[in-house]
């Protein structure tokens, strides 16, 4: 069986330059579409997509990647992938490596130019030197506490540092043996000397790097002093030639402390920063410490979670690459920070699956069906459609014997007005095979009905009956595969769990029912070929992904999404 390939490609490839959208034009495309007409760079154009590898990536990330990968592509450019590995204590390689996973199944790909800031050390450490000799830098001796005293506020200058005039040779003599480890944690920092009565706190000499006697996932155990997030920044932007640096709003206050770095030290290669508003999602939190936290406490699974909104668990729960690209396209890119409801991400997934997911039938909760008038020997083979959206999916046989099952809710012995499925009396389609009268139940000593007797209509009699209103999937018990099943639910109960202003933690919002694990489910037999990634349309019930934990006779899905919003929240797109 064709299956709808979770891991493959089937959209933009390398970052999407086919296919002209009819979305109007960005401004971060339009700043960069006029800066190659004006031929600033000589018309190049190189992005960058820096991850801090202190986490795992998501959704959030996505709209990022997309967004610089995209127009790399877009405009014949490049876009690198550049871990921002400048903060070792919270850093690891598990992340390094997730989030080169994660980037290349979201179709994307950085060729050979994966560059990590910490290969930068050396060069950031001579720049950081050629400021001490410009004057441009210092060291400090004043505690953390004494800096940001000293920082002043908004309203307020700050006030010069006792030590902000040392000479040139005491910083660069302090600073070569704050490298050679001479020094503890916090005793010294070194700081841009720029203007302590800014307007702009960022500005206010910042600190470029501290001390941190702390091993680093790839320098070992060479360094101790760590270049801070700016000035990192700024400079591997340069070093790499980035000609447009697009990073998320919170970063805009930072912008002339980022050309400033670049101008004072004279780097031959400078770049545009621009901001963007970072994607926020409705009933998720984003923010990696939170992520980590879920991680740690033991609240989900794991990163890989199918509830989490990391990609990998977005992976595992059955989203497609393509539908996590075109939901990012279809947010857009804005200057307005907004929180996009997670209806819209399942409404760009359904879209996506039903094009591709084969289909198949699957019964969660079985109820045996008898048919009467069926020979007990009898085994029909019956073709079914794999998908009605993509005629060259084909078809696919089914199996029909006396004893199937269905869905116990697609029966109920005394029915109320509107319920038109099977009961006592009624005549309902078995999708692929025949119609079928109820002709009575079975039920055990609690009054339960385990068995539900039904005689089928051949052909030429079904012709006379009354138009059966229901038409129900089921398997056939003897042929059927046994599964476990994983629904999700919204891991959250409130729309922005991470709100934390009234004081309460976000992990107070946690949907106690988020997972409910169905075990005893039954899968039509072609399910024996599904591979853990595999992604399936299960009829009228949605669509499901098999799960890494399935092990052979022991099948496990998630429940990928409904076939419809079970929220029923209109659509609305708050964000660019
Ligand atoms: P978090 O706040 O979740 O820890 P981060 O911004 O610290 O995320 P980074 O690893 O530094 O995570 O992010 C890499 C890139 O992805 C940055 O350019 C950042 O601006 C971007 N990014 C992170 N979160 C989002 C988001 N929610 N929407 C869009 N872009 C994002
Ligand atoms: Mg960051």
Same mark, same amino acid.
């Given at each position: 069986?064709?299956?709808?390939?979770?891991?493959?490609?089937?959209?933009?490839?390398?970052?999407?330059?086919?296919?002209?959208?009819?979305?109007?034009?960005?401004?971060?495309?339009?700043?960069?579409?006029?800066?190659?007409?004006?031929?600033?760079?000589?018309?190049?154009?190189?992005?960058?997509?820096?991850?801090?590898?202190?986490?795992?990536?998501?959704?959030?990330?996505?709209?990022?990647?997309?967004?610089?990968?995209?127009?790399?592509?877009?405009?014949?450019?490049?876009?690198?992938?550049?871990?921002?590995?400048?903060?070792?204590?919270?850093?690891?390689?598990?992340?390094?490596?997730?989030?080169?996973?994660?980037?290349?199944?979201?179709?994307?790909?950085?060729?050979?130019?994966?560059?990590?800031?910490?290969?930068?050390?050396?060069?950031?450490?001579?720049?950081?030197?050629?400021?001490?000799?410009?004057?441009?830098?210092?060291?400090?001796?004043?505690?953390?506490?004494?800096?940001?005293?000293?920082?002043?506020?908004?309203?307020?200058?700050?006030?010069?540092?006792?030590?902000?005039?040392?000479?040139?040779?005491?910083?660069?003599?302090?600073?070569?043996?704050?490298?050679?480890?001479?020094?503890?944690?916090?005793?010294?920092?070194?700081?841009?000397?720029?203007?302590?009565?800014?307007?702009?706190?960022?500005?206010?000499?910042?600190?470029?790097?501290?001390?941190?006697?702390?091993?680093?996932?790839?320098?070992?155990?060479?360094?101790?002093?760590?270049?801070?997030?700016?000035?990192?920044?700024?400079?591997?932007?340069?070093?790499?030639?980035?000609?447009?640096?697009?990073?998320?709003?919170?970063?805009?206050?930072?912008?002339?402390?980022?050309?400033?770095?670049?101008?004072?030290?004279?780097?031959?290669?400078?770049?545009?920063?621009?901001?963007?508003?970072?994607?926020?999602?409705?009933?998720?939190?984003?923010?990696?410490?939170?992520?980590?936290?879920?991680?740690?406490?033991?609240?989900?699974?794991?990163?890989?979670?199918?509830?989490?909104?990391?990609?990998?668990?977005?992976?595992?729960?059955?989203?497609?690459?393509?539908?996590?690209?075109?939901?990012?396209?279809?947010?857009?890119?804005?200057?307005?920070?907004?929180?996009?409801?997670?209806?819209?991400?399942?409404?760009?997934?359904?879209?996506?699956?039903?094009?591709?997911?084969?289909?198949?039938?699957?019964?969660?909760?079985?109820?045996?069906?008898?048919?009467?008038?069926?020979?007990?020997?009898?085994?029909?083979?019956?073709?079914?459609?794999?998908?009605?959206?993509?005629?060259?999916?084909?078809?696919?046989?089914?199996?029909?014997?006396?004893?199937?099952?269905?869905?116990?809710?697609? %029966?109920?012995? +005394? /029915?109320?007005?509107?319920?038109?499925?099977?009961?006592?009396? *009624? !005549? $309902?389609? =078995? @999708?692929? #095979?025949?119609?079928?009268?109820?002709?009575?139940?079975?039920?055990?000593?609690?009054?339960?009905?385990?068995?539900?007797?039904?005689?089928?209509?051949?052909?030429?009699?079904?012709?006379?009956?009354?138009?059966?209103?229901?038409?129900?999937?089921?398997?056939?018990?003897?042929?059927?595969?046994?599964?476990?099943?994983?629904?999700?639910?919204?891991?959250?109960?409130?729309?922005?769990?991470?709100?934390?202003?009234?004081?309460?933690?976000?992990?107070?919002?946690?949907?106690?029912?988020?997972?409910?694990?169905?075990?005893?489910?039954?899968?039509?037999?072609?399910?024996?070929?599904?591979?853990?990634?595999?992604?399936?349309?299960?009829?009228?019930?949605?669509? %499901?992904?098999? +799960? /890494?934990?399935?092990?052979?006779?022991?099948?496990?899905?998630? *429940? !990928? $999404?409904? =076939? @419809?919003? #079970?929220?029923?929240?209109?659509?609305?797109?708050?964000?660019?």
């Amino acid at each position: 069986m064709e299956s709808s390939g979770n891991n493959g490609d089937f959209g933009r490839g390398s970052g999407g330059a086919e296919g002209e959208t009819a979305q109007p034009v960005d401004f971060v495309r339009a700043a960069v579409r006029d800066d190659v007409a004006a031929g600033k760079n000589e018309g190049r154009v190189c992005t960058r997509f820096p991850p801090e590898p202190n986490g795992y990536l998501h959704i959030g990330h996505a709209k990022a990647i997309c967004l610089n990968f995209g127009i790399a592509a877009e405009f014949s450019g490049r876009c690198n992938l550049r871990f921002d590995d400048t903060n070792p204590a919270k850093e690891d390689v598990e992340y390094v490596e997730s989030i080169q996973e994660d980037v290349r199944w979201l179709g994307f790909d950085w060729d050979d130019r994966l560059y990590y800031a910490s290969d930068y050390f050396e060069r950031m450490y001579a720049c950081a030197l050629e400021l001490i000799r410009m004057e441009k830098a210092y060291v400090d001796s004043l505690t953390a506490e004494e800096i940001r005293a000293y920082r002043g506020t908004l309203t307020e200058p700050g006030k010069a540092s006792p030590y902000r005039d040392r000479s040139v040779e005491e910083n660069l003599d302090l600073f070569e043996r704050m490298r050679a480890g001479e020094f503890d944690d916090g005793a010294h920092v070194l700081r841009a000397r720029i203007d302590m009565s800014s307007p702009n706190l960022n500005m206010r000499d910042p600190t470029i790097y501290r001390i941190r006697r702390v091993r680093h996932h790839r320098t070992g155990g060479e360094w101790c002093i760590y270049p801070m997030y700016d000035f990192a920044h700024s400079l591997s932007d340069s070093f790499e030639g980035i000609t447009h640096s697009i990073c998320t709003l919170e970063f805009e206050d930072h912008r002339p402390l980022y050309d400033w770095f670049q101008e004072t030290l004279g780097l031959p290669s400078r770049s545009q920063q621009i901001e963007f508003a970072r994607l926020n999602l409705s009933y998720t939190v984003m923010s990696k410490r939170k992520l980590l936290q879920l991680v740690r406490e033991g609240l989900v699974g794991g990163w890989d979670d199918p509830r989490m909104p990391t990609l990998c668990g977005l992976r595992r729960r059955g989203y497609t690459p393509a539908s996590v690209r075109n939901f990012c396209e279809r947010i857009g890119v804005g200057k307005r920070d907004g929180v996009v409801d997670v209806a819209l991400l399942e409404h760009t997934l359904r879209e996506d699956l039903n094009a591709r997911a084969p289909r198949v039938m699957a019964v969660l909760r079985p109820l045996r069906l008898i048919i009467d008038n069926y020979p007990a020997d009898k085994v029909e083979m019956f073709p079914a459609v794999n998908n009605p959206e993509d005629p060259s999916a084909g078809t696919r046989e089914v199996a029909f014997s006396r004893e199937l099952l269905i869905e116990r809710e697609d %029966f109920m012995e +005394d /029915p109320p007005k509107k319920f038109f499925r099977l009961a006592p009396g *009624r !005549t $309902v389609r =078995l @999708r692929y #095979a025949c119609l079928v009268t109820c002709t009575g139940v079975v039920k055990d000593e609690r009054g339960e009905v385990v068995e539900v007797h039904c005689r089928y209509h051949p052909r030429g009699e079904a012709e006379d009956l009354p138009r059966a209103r229901a038409t129900l999937h089921w398997v056939s018990a003897p042929h059927s595969l046994p599964a476990e099943v994983r629904l999700y639910d919204r891991l959250f109960l409130v729309e922005n769990p991470g709100d934390e202003k009234e004081g309460k933690d976000f992990k107070t919002h946690l949907n106690p029912g988020s997972l409910e694990i169905l075990d005893g489910c039954r899968l039509e037999a072609s399910l024996g070929a599904a591979r853990p990634g595999d992604g399936f349309q299960f009829e009228r019930l949605g669509y %499901f992904c098999m +799960d /890494p934990d399935s092990r052979p006779g022991a099948m496990v899905f998630n *429940r !990928t $999404v409904a =076939l @419809r919003d #079970a929220w029923a929240k209109i659509v609305r797109k708050t964000s660019a």
